[in-house]
């Protein structure tokens, strides 16, 4: 017959790994760790693309994103009944990486200003609101200047057969 005293109702002696117990308590946390790495997170690229075109946008001298090309086409969608919202992301795109990210923008410049200073401004701008928002690294941020919007243009937007 085993006697009680040394061993406790699982069967272990006391003292033995695994025993309950005033000396034999164990403090244990659940999932260890900071909580910050208890998973992943990911971000998709029209996330940035959102984020880095509403930087860009926020620049002085800067008068839209995008081609000529896709401004007149975004506008034709824009006034056809149960056509896509307003292209936030038009003009940007973004390639998303684990860590990293790189961006192309694509811009029209307003006339009179300093094209080398506004995509300085652009640049700066987009990164520091894409490396803040999402913790990832920007490598580059490349721009296009597409075209430059004249003090006398009218906009591109076609006239609506609609009435």
Do not use: C, W
Not at 55 to 75: C, I, K, N, Q, W
Not at 129 to 145: K, S
Request: no cysteine; glycine share 12%; aromatic share 2%.
């Amino acid at each position: 017959m085993t006697d009680m005293s040394e061993r406790n109702r699982t069967g272990k002696a006391e003292g033995e790994p695994g025993t309950e117990g005033a000396a034999g308590r164990r403090s244990t946390r659940r999932g260890g760790g900071d909580p910050a790495t208890r998973g992943r997170t990911t971000i998709a690229d029209g996330v940035v693309e959102k984020i880095a075109a509403l930087a860009a946008r926020d620049v002085d001298g800067v008068h839209a994103m995008g081609s000529g090309l896709s401004r007149t086409f975004g506008a034709v969608r824009d006034r056809v009944p149960g056509g896509s919202a307003k292209s936030v992301t038009r003009g940007v795109k973004a390639e998303v990486g684990e860590v990293q990210t790189a961006l192309d923008l694509e811009v029209v410049v307003e006339y009179g200003m300093s094209i080398s200073d506004v995509a300085r401004a652009v640049r700066e701008n987009v990164i520091a609101a894409v490396e803040r928002m999402t913790g990832l690294e920007v490598v580059e941020v490349n721009i296009a200047v597409s075209d430059v919007k004249l003090p006398d243009e009218e906009e591109e937007e076609p006239e609506s057969r609609l009435q």
